[in-house]
C-alpha cells in the first residue's frame, strides 16, 4: 500500500499543518484528476433556485413534517431540476442532526411513500422513519440521478443533463480529467446541501451524509471535496468508495472500468490492468474525511465490495485521525467479528451478516454513531427508543405528548 503520511516527494508527514498544507490537497487533486474526474469551470456560473412544491406538517400522523423541494440548476446554456425531500421531526425543541441519503431515483419512484400497517414507520426503501423522528434525527435525500442519466447507448460519451452546462464552446463529450458519475453525482450531493444549510431545523454542522453501494461511493467523494458534511456513513460501498483497489478483490479497478466506463473518468482508465502503479488507494481518501466521524459498513457475504479490503481500508485511515488527536479504538489489524459493531471511534465499522445493500442493522447502527458523536449522548437501543423509560411508546396511532 502507498504510504498515508508520506508526500508524493517523500517527505514525512508529521503535523495537521503539514497534512491540510500539502499531503490533504495533493491526494484530492490526485484522485479527482486521475480517478473520479474534476468538476470543470463552465463557461457561465451555474447558480441554483429553490421552490418548496408540496409540504405535510402531519406526515407519519404528526409525528414529522415532510417538505419536497425542487432544486434548479442553471445558465444561460439551460437548466436541470432534481427532487429532494427533507423529514423533520416535529417534537424537537432545537436543530437536530440530519441523515443525508444519496439516492439516485428513489424519490421519483416513490419509495419515500409510507408503508402500511404491518410496517408502519418504515419507508417503501426501508428507511426507519418512524425510529429517526423518535431519536430525533432528520431524514433528507435528493434523486442524484435526475441532473444525468446513466443510461447511454454510447458509453464513451458523457453529455447531458447539468454535464452540458459546464460544456466549453463547440465541446460535446467531457475532456480525460473531467468528471465521471460519481463525480456528477457528488455534485448534485453538494448542491443539496446549499439547500439544507438554509434550514433552521437541522444542525448545520451535524448533517450525515450517507450512501449504499453506488450511493456510498457518491456519500464518500462528495465529502472528501465539501467540508460542509460532518460525517460519513458508507453502507457496502466498495471499490471507487471504502475498499482498497489493490487488494484486486471483487469489483477490481479493470471491470469497473470495463463495465461501467463512465463512472470514473477516463484518466482512470490508465491504470487498467496497471493497479500496482497507483501511488494512492482508497484509505487515503478516508482519511482525507479527518477529523469527521466516519463510518464504514459491510457485510459478510458482500464479496464484491470486499469486506477485508473496507476494513483494511478504514483501519489503515486512522493515523491521520491520531494527529488530530482522535484515537480510535482498533487493537490490532485483524478484522472484527461480525455483527460486532465499533461505534466509540472516530473511525467506526462493523461487518454484518448477510449480504450487499442498506440493512436495518446499519440503519440502526448509523443512528448510534450519530448520538455518540453529535448528541453526545449514551448510545441507545432500538428498545430504549420504542420503551422510552420501561413504558411502550403510543406509536399506532401516534400520539404526540
Known amino acids: 500500500m502507498p504510504e498515508l503520511l508520506r508526500t508524493f516527494e517523500g517527505k514525512a508527514v508529521k503535523s495537521v ?24 469551470t463552465p463557461m457561465d456560473k451555474i447558480t441554483a433556485r429553490f421552490e418548496v ?18 432544486i434548479t440548476l442553471q445558465n444561460k446554456l439551460g437548466s436541470v431540476d432534481f427532487p429532494m425531500v427533507l423529514f423533520l421531526p416535529n417534537a424537537a425543541k432545537q436543530a437536530v442532526p440530519a441523515i443525508y441519503w444519496a439516492n439516485l431515483t ?29 431519536r430525533g434525527i432528520a431524514l433528507v435525500s435528493i434523486d442524484a440521478e435526475a441532473i444525468a442519466s446513466r443510461s447511454k447507448s454510447e458509453e464513451e460519451i458523457l453529455d447531458g443533463g447539468i454535464i452540458d452546462l459546464f460544456f466549453q464552446e463547440g465541446q460535446s463529450n ?9 463525480s456528477v453525482w457528488a455534485y448534485a450531493m453538494m448542491r443539496g446541501m446549499d439547500y439544507i444549510l438554509t434550514e433552521k431545523a437541522i444542525a448545520a454542522n451535524q448533517v450525515a451524509v450517507m450512501g449504499s453501494s453506488i450511493g456510498g461511493k457518491i456519500a464518500i467523494w462528495a465529502a472528501a471535496q465539501d467540508a460542509r458534511f460532518g460525517m ?12 482498497l483497489w489493490k487488494r484486486q478483490f471483487g469489483e477490481s479497478l479493470d471491470n469497473m472500468i470495463s463495465w461501467l466506463p463512465r463512472w470514473l473518468g477516463r484518466n482512470a482508465a490508465k491504470y487498467k490492468g496497471k493497479t500496482e502503479d497507483l501511488p494512492v488507494d482508497q484509505h487515503m481518501l478516508l482519511a482525507c474525511l479527518a477529523p469527521r466521524p466516519v463510518y464504514v459498513a459491510t457485510a459478510q457475504h458482500d ?30 489489524a485483524a478484522q472484527p467479528a ?33 448520538e455518540h458523536h453529535f448528541l453526545k449522548i449514551p448510545i441507545r437501543s432500538v428498545h430504549d427508543i420504542y420503551y422510552e423509560k420501561g413504558k411502550l411508546v403510543d406509536h399506532y396511532p401516534n400520539k404526540l405528548k
Open 17 to 40: 499543518k503539514h497534512w491540510e498544507g500539502k499531503r490533504r490537497p495533493e491526494l484530492l487533486t490526485f484522485f479527482a484528476e486521475n480517478l473520479y474526474g474534476k468538476i470543470p
Open 232 to 243: 460519513v456513513l458508507s453502507a457496502t460501498a466498495g471499490h471507487g468508495g471504502d475498499a
Open 174 to 182: 467531457t475532456k480525460d480529467d473531467e468528471w465521471g458519475l460519481i
Open 303 to 332: 464479496l464484491w465490495a470486499d469486506p477485508l479490503g473496507q476494513w483494511l481500508s478504514a483501519y489503515h485511515a486512522a493515523p491521520v485521525y491520531q494527529l488530530y488527536g482522535k484515537e480510535s479504538v482498533f487493537s490490532s
Open 106 to 134: 428513489d424519490i421519483q419512484r416513490g419509495r419515500f411513500d409510507m408503508e402500511g400497517p404491518q410496517r408502519f414507520g418504515m419507508t417503501k426503501n426501508s428507511a426507519p422513519l418512524k425510529q429517526l423522528m423518535l
Open 53 to 70: 412544491t408540496s409540504e405535510d406538517r402531519q406526515h407519519l400522523e404528526g409525528l414529522c413534517t415532510k417538505r419536497v423541494v425542487n
Open 338 to 370: 461480525i455483527n460486532a459493531p465499533i461505534i466509540e471511534s472516530p473511525v467506526g465499522y462493523h461487518l454484518r451478516s448477510g449480504f450487499h445493500g442498506l440493512q436495518q442493522y446499519d440503519w440502526e447502527r448509523f443512528m448510534e454513531f450519530i
